[in-house]
C-alpha cells in the first residue's frame, strides 16, 4: 500500500482538513480507476497531517474520531502515518526555519506528538505494522539544540509508545526524518544521533522498539548520498527505518553560468529549498541553507561552475519533467523500490510526498487530485513490478 501525504493541501484546522479529504479522495479514486491502477487492489493509503491545532480539535470535538473511522471504512481508505513534522501554518507567509519549531528540546513538541500517536492508535487498523509518526530530526543546526533535552524527551515518547503498545496491541513508531541542515542531516550524523540517545536512555530496548528513521529520497538525494549506502548503514547499525517518502529533487547540471537563470522561479519565499552544489573534481557537495545563497556564491565564483551539479530540496511531482535542462531525481526512487526487492523482510510504510504544489512553477502543476493519484499509481506500478510486497 502506498499513502500520499496529505500535508499538499493548505488546511490548519480539523474541519479544513477534513474537508480537503472529502473533496479529495472521491476525485483521487476516480483517475485511480479510470487508468485501472494497481493501486486499487489494496486499501487507499493517507498519511494524515494534522497541525497541533487539528490534533486538538480531532481529540476534543465530540464524535470526531468516530467519523473520521467510519469516513474511513466507508472509503477503504487506511491511515498508516501521520505526518508531525510541521507543528502550524505550513502554506502561507515564510515558512522556512520555522517549520523546525518547536523542536525537540520543548514540551510542545513532545505534547503535540503524543496526541498524533495517539490519534493514530485510535483511528488505524490493528493489523496494519507499523503504524508511525514521522517529526523532525531533533532541531535545526542554527537553533544549536540542546541534545540532553531533546533525549529526555525523546526517551519519555518511547515510554508513552510502549504504555499504548501494552494497553491496545498497536506498534507504534516515530520516524525522525533528517532532512539538510536539520541537528542531523546525513547517514553517519543519524547513526551519531541514535547511538547517543541509547547510551543515555533509562530503557534503550524502547529506543530501538519505538524510534526510528523517516527515509525522504528528495532530502539524501541533497545530500548527494545513495539510498544502498543509507539504507545498509542504518541496518548494519540497527537503526529501524520505519517510512519511505517518495520525492523527487531539482537537479542541474550547469554547462555554462548561464544556466542559473532557470533556477530563479524556484527561489521562492515560502519553503527552505536547501541546495547542494558538487563541483566536478569534489567528492562532497557544498550544502547551502537556501537557494537563493547558493545562487549568491555561484554568481561570485563563475569559473568553477563548468560541469557541477546543483541539486534543490524543492518536491518536484512524481513523474513530472521539468524544463530542460533542468532534471528530476527519480533515480534514487528507484534505486529505493531496487533495495525494497532484495530486501524482502525490509518493511516500511511507503509514502508518496509532493507538498510544494502551491509554489510549483505552472509548466509543473496539474489538477492537484490528478496529480497526488498519478503519484500513487507511478509508485504502485514500479513496486509491483516485484513480488515482494
Known amino acids: 500500500m502506498i499513502s500520499y501525504c496529505t500535508n499538499i493541501y493548505p488546511a490548519e484546522s480539523w474541519q479544513e482538513t477534513f474537508a480537503s479529504l472529502e473533496a479529495g479522495i472521491p476525485s483521487i ?7 485501472k491502477s ?5 486499501p487507499l493509503g493517507i498519511g494524515l497531517r494534522l497541525s497541533a491545532k487539528a490534533a486538538t480539535d480531532l481529540l476534543t470535538f465530540p464524535g470526531e474520531i468516530e467519523r473520521l473511522k467510519l469516513w474511513l471504512s466507508e472509503w477503504d481508505a487506511v491511515v498508516q502515518t501521520i505526518n508531525g513534522f510541521p507543528y502550524g501554518n505550513f502554506h502561507e507567509g515564510r515558512i522556512k526555519e520555522l517549520v523546525f519549531k518547536p523542536d525537540w528540546t520543548t514540551y510542545e513538541r513532545f505534547e503535540y506528538t503524543e496526541k498524533l500517536l495517539n490519534i493514530l492508535a485510535r483511528i488505524s487498523p490493528q493489523e496494519y505494522i507499523p503504524l508511525t509518526v514521522s517529526t523532525l530530526p531533533g532541531s535545526h543546526k542554527y537553533f544549536h539544540a540542546d541534545e540532553e533535552r531533546m533525549f529526555a524527551y525523546l526517551d519519555s515518547l518511547c515510554g508513552l509508545m510502549n504504555r499504548i503498545h501494552q494497553e491496545t496491541g498497536k506498534i507504534l513508531t516515530v520516524g525522525l526524518e533528517p532532512e539538510p541542515m536539520g541537528h542531523f542531516d546525513d547517514t553517519y550524523g543519524t547513526i551519531r544521533f541514535f547511538h547517543r540517545l541509547q547510551s543515555v536512555s533509562r530503557r534503550p530496548e524502547l529506543i530501538q522498539k519505538h524510534l526510528g528513521v523517516t527515509y525522504d529520497t528528495c ?9 544502498d549506502f543509507s539504507l545498509f548503514a542504518w541496518n548494519e547499525y540497527d537503526i529501524p527505518v520505519v517510512k519511505i517518502q517518495f520525492s523527487n529533487a531539482l537537479e542541474l547540471n550547469v554547462s555554462s553560468p548561464g544556466d542559473l537563470s532557470i533556477l530563479l522561479p524556484y527561489a521562492e519565499q515560502t519553503y527552505f529549498h536547501q541546495t547542494s552544489i558538487l563541483l566536478p573534481d569534489d ?8 537557494l537563493p545563497e547558493a545562487l549568491e556564491w555561484a554568481n561570485r565564483h563563475p569559473e568553477v561552475l563548468h560541469g557541477s551539479r546543483f541539486r534543490i ?3 518536484i511531482p512524481l513523474g513530472a519533467t521539468p524544463e530542460a535542462p533542468l532534471e528530476n531525481t527519480h533515480e534514487l526512487n528507484l534505486a529505493v523500490v531496487e533495495y525494497l526487492r532484495s530486501h524482502p523482510h525490509f518493511r516500511p510504510v511507503l509514502e508518496v510526498e509532493t507538498y510544494t504544489w502551491n509554489v510549483l512553477p505552472p509548466t509543473l502543476k496539474q489538477d492537484i487530485s490528478r496529480q497526488i493519484a498519478s503519484e500513487i499509481d507511478t509508485m504502485q506500478r514500479l513496486i509491483d513490478k516485484y513480488p515482494f510486497l
Do not use: K
Open 219 to 227: 532530502h539524501f538525494a541533497v545530500m548527494g548520498e545513495s539510498p
Open 38 to 42: 494497481p493501486a486499487l487492489n489494496a
Open 283 to 290: 567528492n562532497t557537495p557544498m550544502l547551502f541553507a537556501d
Open 29 to 35: 479514486r476516480h483517475y485511480l480507476e479510470e487508468w
Open 313 to 315: 530540496h524543492y518536491h
